[in-house]
């Protein structure tokens, strides 16, 4: 093996290793599976993951939505006839491609 490569493995793992996690926000995403407030990406700082919050009434998703959160819960619970679903992940991007089969 060619030996400037080994010396770079170690600094390319470094980077892998400390590239910081994206997610997707949107602070208002409809039913109709568009963002209509707030779509970019955020990066995650210390304690935080990607968070999707869906909002179901009658089992139909209503909106949903998604940011960066510090210390992300798992938890659903219902409120005034409505379900809100907390759902939290840690790879980039996962609280979108996660929405998706919401929408289905």
Not at 15 to 32: E, F, G, Y
Not at 40 to 59: P, R, S, W, Y
Not at 78 to 97: A, E, P
């Amino acid at each position: 093996m060619d030996k400037h490569f080994l010396l770079l493995l170690p600094v390319v793992c470094c980077i892998v290793a400390v590239t910081p996690l994206r997610c997707i926000t949107c602070h208002l995403r409809t039913q109709t599976d568009r963002c209509r407030r707030g779509f970019g990406v955020c990066v995650a700082e210390k304690h935080e993951t990607c968070m999707i919050l869906k909002i179901f009434q009658d089992n139909i998703l209503q909106l949903s939505y998604m940011v960066c959160q510090r210390f992300c819960r798992e938890l659903t619970y219902k409120l005034n006839d409505r379900t809100y679903v907390h759902t939290c992940c840690n790879y980039n991007y996962c609280n979108f491609k996660n929405l998706k089969y919401f929408f289905s």
